[in-house]
């Protein structure tokens, strides 16, 4: 069973190349995706909330767009409006995230996390 994994990843990430390193040693297939030419859509982000628990999960607070609004304004802001904020700026999204053929979505990259998945 050949599984096919999507992966919306940032040249500048050294996490995503990382990640792209980790599955290409593994002679892993994926397909990669630049996350700032074609963000995850709105549907992938709330399949993430949901898997993930929460949309506190799915944010890359090292990334200067978390910076410049700042953790506290962050914090301040209902689940919706963080997903809005996610939707419209893609460099808010913590890297890599990958979904899987069966829909199973990982954010970041953690070898043990990715090995139970492939």
Known sequence: MAMS??????????????????????????????????PPSRKNILDAITQLGGVKFLLNT???????????????????????LLVSDSKLIKRPFLISSEGIIVVGFNPSNWEKLV
Do not use: H, P, Q
């Open 5 to 38: 994994l999507k992966i919306f990843s940032y040249s500048k990430c050294g996490t995503c190349r990382k990640a792209i390193k980790w599955l290409e040693e593994k002679e892993i297939d994926y397909k990669l995706i630049d996350i700032i030419e074609n």
């Open 62 to 84: 090292s990334g200067k767009s978390y910076r410049e609004i700042g953790a506290s304004s962050i914090k301040a802001l209902s689940e919706n409006e963080v997903l809005e």
